[in-house]
């Protein structure tokens, strides 16, 4: 194989062109995958979608010689080698059904699916027929979450006790300003909802960090009951746009993650995650990461007579990334294409992408039925 002829479907979306095609595929084809012996192979993406115009304007902006709104020709044309899919969730399994049973290398964006029931079937589809197939873990990947790895792999935190997660930020509804994110996004007829969106992300930091989720207790709100749509349009907002869980990991471990839509910042980075042990602490964003051992840590006394004179975040040391820090998106789909070249399962797979499927699902039913709910293993 000398080219990787990649179907890209949903590229004239926010996502899909600026991480996906922008920002990996693009400096990939200009550079060309450079295999694990050293061999260079060529990238050639096709652009996929519904709106012509659209496509075609992509395609005449980075030369891209290849692009259709015919699905099913793709996916069925043998000199396809990859088919990439950020559709919105509801197009997802059936494109990606057909791609995998086409002999299709698949990647996808997540959720995989709108039901957990869904997920594991494509997950057993494709464990079944031997296809090479990935799901975005993008997190995972970024400077700020790699160096927290680190620290957890060269036992810095001791006995890792919690995680505390925050993520969000203000959405407007879009009567007097333009919402930043479309509107779908607030409708549950359309996959929308943060709990389903969120917390798939949720499920494999979790996983990648510290372990397996065994329980989740949660609950999902509407804080913004009206919204504005594109057209200007009031609608009634019926998913939720804030999630608070308490995830119960392998271990013992605890982690709290707040997740909304209905939240201004105020800290340093729009998602930040801290993990505590007996040893150390330390707080990660999307790049940076800070940490404080148990000898550097200091014994403040609360007093709420006087002001306090700590300066507590200058208490905190940088850590190094001592690698080079490169795209995020770019890293895994450079990891996944080597994977598909070779023949070989890729670590973040469909299933893991199941099990965010059903982490979502068992967070909203929690929600709904106001329990702590655990966590089944899934068997395929």
Known sequence: MTTLRIAMNGVTGRMGYRQHLLRSIMPLRDTGLVLDDGTRVDVEPILVGRNADKLAELAAAHDIEHWTTDVASVIADPTVDVYFDSQVTSRRVEALTAAIKAGKHVYTEKPTAETFSEAVELARMAENSGVVAGVVHDKLYLPGLVKLRRLVDEGFFGRILSLRGEFGYWVFEGDGQPAQRPSWNYRTKDGGGITVDMFCHWNYVMEGLLGSVRAVTARSVTHIPTRWDEAGEPYTATADDAAYGIFEIEGGIIAQINSSWAVRVYRDELVEFQIDGTHGSA????????????????????????????????????????????????????????????????????????????????????SAEGRRIEVPKIVL
């Open 283 to 366: 707080v990660a964003g999307l790049r940076r990461c800070v940490a404080q051992q148990r000898s550097h840590t200091p014994k403040p006394v609360w007093n709420p007579d006087i002001p306090a004179t700590e300066k507590f975040r200058d208490q905190w040391l940088e850590v190094p990334a001592n690698a080079e820090e490169d795209n995020g998106f770019k890293l895994q789909w450079e990891e996944f294409l080597r994977d598909a070249v070779a023949g070989r399962q890729h670590r973040f797979g469909l299933l893991s992408a199941a099990r965010g499927v059903q982490l979502a699902e068992l967070g909203l039913r929690s």
